[in-house]
C-alpha cells in the first residue's frame, strides 16, 4: 500500500509518500518540502497573506501530483500552529481542496503531540526510562511525558521558534530573552517529574542532529549529549549569521530558528537534569503515517 502524509508546520510544510508492507513496515519512497514560513504571517498579520495564500495552492498542487506520480492509494494532510491561529483558515483551507484536491485538517496541540509519540515509539521503542519528549516546532512546542508506552503530561505551548522571533522583534529583544520569560512565567505548568532521557523531534532537532556531524566531526547523531550539545551552541554564537547557512550546511529558513531552539533544550536539558539526547529522526509526518495503519 502506497501512503502519503503532508505537516503543513509554521515554518515549512513536509511531505512523505511510503510503501507499507503487510507487516506494517514502510519504506519511503519520495520526501518533498515547501519552504513556506506560515509564521511570518500568522505571527505578525494573523492573517495569511494573499501572495502567501497564492504559493500556498501552487505547492500543494505540486503535492497533490506527486500523489498521483506515485500511485498513493491513501493520504493525510494536518496542519500545526499556524493555521490553528490564522482568522483566515477557513477560505484558504477550501481554496487549497477546490485547486488540488488536498483536504487538510487542522490538529490540536495535543493531538500533534499524540502522532509524534507514535513514530517515536515506532522507530525507537520505549523501555523503563521515564522519557521528556520534546517538539520544537515553529508555532509551538510540545512537551510531553512518556513511560512504559504511555502518555502521563503532555502541554503544547506557544513557544514556537518563528513565533518568537517574531514576538521578540516586536519587543526589541532577543528570542532567548523572550523564551527565557516565557519558562518563568510558565514554571508551574511544566512537568514536575524526573527525567532519565529527552527525545527530540521536529525540523530544529533533525538540524541539531546533522550540525553534530559538521560541528564536531562525530557520532553518532541520533544522540546529542549536553556537554555537547553547548559546545555546538557556544560555536553558533560565535559564528556570524551570515556564515552560518554556508559554514554549517544549514537551508535558509533554518539559520535563525536553530539558535533559539538549541537554548530552549538546553534549557530543559539543565533544568530536569537530563545528560542524553536521542533524535530519532522523525515527527508528525511518520505519526501521521502510523495513524493509517
Not at 134 to 140: A, E, K, L, N, V
Not at 259 to 269: D, G, I, R, S, V
Request: hydrophobic share 45%; net charge positive; proline share 2%.
Amino acid at each position: 500500500m502506497i501512503l502519503s502524509s503532508i505537516d503543513i508546520g509554521s515554518n515549512a510544510i513536509r511531505q512523505l509518500i511510503v510503501e507499507v508492507d503487510s507487516f506494517g513496515h514502510f519504506k519511503v519512497l519520495k520526501k518533498h518540502r515547501e519552504m513556506i514560513r506560515l509564521g511570518s504571517d500568522v505571527f505578525n498579520y494573523k492573517r495569511i497573506q494573499n501572495i502567501t495564500e497564492r504559493r500556498l495552492i501552487a505547492a500543494f498542487k505540486r503535492m497533490a501530483r506527486l500523489n498521483k506520480k506515485f500511485l498513493v492509494e491513501k493520504s493525510v494532510a494536518f496542519a500545526t500552529s499556524a493555521f490553528r491561529d490564522a482568522q483566515n483558515k477557513k477560505p484558504i483551507l477550501s481554496a487549497i481542496f477546490r485547486n488540488s484536491g488536498v483536504r487538510i485538517k487542522v490538529i490540536s496541540g495535543l493531538k500533534e503531540a499524540g502522532l509524534i509519540r507514535m513514530a517515536v515509539q515506532n522507530t525507537i521503542g520505549l523501555n523503563n526510562d521515564h522519557c521528556l519528549l520534546i517538539d520544537i516546532g515553529g508555532g509551538s512546542v510540545e512537551l510531553t511525558h512518556l513511560f512504559n508506552c504511555r502518555i502521563y503530561y503532555s502541554k503544547s505551548f506557544k513557544w514556537g521558534m518563528v513565533r518568537m522571533l517574531t514576538e521578540a522583534l516586536k519587543v526589541n529583544v532577543s528570542a532567548q530573552a523572550l523564551l527565557k520569560s516565557k519558562l518563568r512565567a510558565a514554571d508551574k505548568k511544566l512537568p514536575k517529574a524526573q527525567f532519565n532521557l529527552a527525545i527530540g523531534t521536529g525540523g530544529n532537532m533533525d538540524a541539531i542532529a546533522r550540525l553534530k556531524l559538521v560541528l564536531l566531526r562525530k557520532g553518532p547523531n541520533t544522540l546529542v549529549t549536553y556537554d555537547e550539545l553547548l559546545k555546538m551552541y557556544k560555536i553558533f554564537e560565535k559564528t556570524p549569521p551570515a556564515q552560518r547557512m554556508q559554514k554549517m550546511e544549514l537551508r535558509a529558513d533554518r539559520v535563525d530558528v536553530l539558535e533559539p531552539a538549541m537554548f530552549l533544550t538546553l534549557h530543559l536539558m539543565k533544568k530536569y537534569k537530563i545528560k542524553k539526547l536521542k533524535i530519532p529522526g522523525v515527527g508528525l509526518k511518520e505519526g501521521a503515517i502510523m495513524s493509517m495503519l
